[in-house]
């Protein structure tokens, strides 16, 4: 899960520049939320995986706050107007 740490710092850094620091909490929370859920029903379906359990886990959160940050930022993004460029002719 190397790989998701840059996108969703790159992602974290757009919506501090946004100003958006509420969805950055939402985010956080899901990772954590998420982080539990796989923590707990992988340590009881699976408990001799031992030190497995714990990178899946947080592999699993760091994911699901990546695509938290990755949809809300899509979804922000559509509500923007981006001004049009007019391109004049000349001559």
Do not use: Y
């Not at 938290?68 to 981006?82: F, G, N, T």
């Amino acid at each position: 899960m190397t790989i998701v740490f840059p996108f969703l710092d790159f992602g974290n850094g757009l919506l501090l520049l946004r100003n958006q620091t509420k969805v950055m909490v939402f985010s956080q929370g899901t990772n954590v939320v998420f982080t539990l859920v796989v923590l707990v029903v992988t340590a009881t379906i699976f408990p001799h995986w031992n030190g497995m359990i714990g990178a899946l886990a947080q592999s699993v959160g760091l994911l699901v706050e990546l695509c938290v940050v990755a949809l809300l930022i899509l979804k922000s993004s559509k509500d923007v107007e981006r001004p049009v460029l007019e391109v004049r002719k000349t001559g």
